[in-house]
């Protein structure tokens, strides 16, 4: 089985780089010690080159929230490039999260990050999600449309650079209504691998990672994991609480996913 992929968006916290290096310690000794997980830490930019390490981890690594549009160094004050970030150690970035799209990123500029971060090396994180669930399905629409525009520039090969974190709106932040069902959850990554065959291939579309993203903690993480058989888990909240941290990830290298075979 893969290793599970946990990973943290710190989003814009802590309030302070003593704060960043506690909560990044914490959770790089946690992390080192599991056998089934990769953790990815999502700090914010700056705090990025506080967490590199000059001992490797196989276990942890780092992303980047978002990055520049442009691929080049230039007058773009206020930018953070692809290349810059994993220049300070960032092996991922994540795209097109919801808290983006709302300030601003439209499904052009998703598109054009995701490129500009598979050039730079980085593997891409893209987050899809629907702001609201209908009985009819007509969410399912939306996800397809945001799923072909972002990955419209991609070739076959870019695929596998590629992890989608399967975020639906009303389940993300603390306004949220709850998480989503594990049942639910498995689903919609169904439906997401149908259309990433029909984007990639059918190899491509069962090996691409699906995280479950959206009030995620200790509670429930097991479930997404398990009954849901998500590949890992995009949390927010939750990343900021050490007890939580260290009780999702050890739950996560111990999970069990039962595969019901029909005879
Ligand atoms: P919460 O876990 O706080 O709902 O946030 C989810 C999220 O947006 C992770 O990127």
Not at 207 to 215: A, F, T, V
Not at 220 to 245: H, K, Q
Request: aromatic content about 6%.
């Amino acid at each position: 089985m893969k290793d599970k992929l946990i990973v943290f968006n710190w989003k814009m916290n802590p309030a302070e780089a003593k704060e960043a290096r506690w909560l990044g310690a914490k959770v790089k000794t946690i992390s080192s010690r599991l056998k089934k997980v990769q953790t990815v830490m999502v700090p914010p930019a700056v705090f990025l080159p506080l967490l590199t390490s000059t001992k490797p981890s196989r276990r942890w690594s780092l992303s980047a929230q978002d990055i520049s549009l442009e691929k080049e160094t230039g007058a773009f004050t206020g930018e953070i490039s692809a290349t810059q970030v994993a220049s300070v150690g960032a092996k991922y970035v994540i795209v097109g999260h919801s808290e983006r799209r709302g300030r601003g990123d439209t499904d052009d500029v998703v598109r054009g990050k995701l490129m500009a971060g598979l050039m730079a090396g980085l593997s891409v994180i893209l987050c899809v999600g629907e702001k609201a669930r209908d009985a009819h399905g007509a969410y399912l629409d939306f996800l397809r449309a945001q799923l072909i525009s972002a990955t419209k520039a991609c070739r076959r090969a870019d695929f596998k650079n590629l992890i989608i974190a399967y975020e639906p709106v009303w389940a993300v932040g603390d306004q949220a209504a709850g998480a989503d069902t594990p049942d639910n959850f498995f689903h919609n990554a169904l439906f997401i691998r149908k259309v990433i065959s029909g984007l990639a291939g059918q190899e491509t579309a069962l090996s691409i990672p699906i995280l479950y993203g959206g009030s995620v903690n200790s509670a429930n993480a097991v479930e997404f994991l398990a009954a849901g058989r998500a590949d890992g888990l995009l949390i927010g909240r939750a990343s900021l609480v050490p007890e939580e941290v260290k009780a999702i990830l050890l739950l996560a290298d111990q999970v069990k996913v039962k595969v019901k075979v029909k005879k």
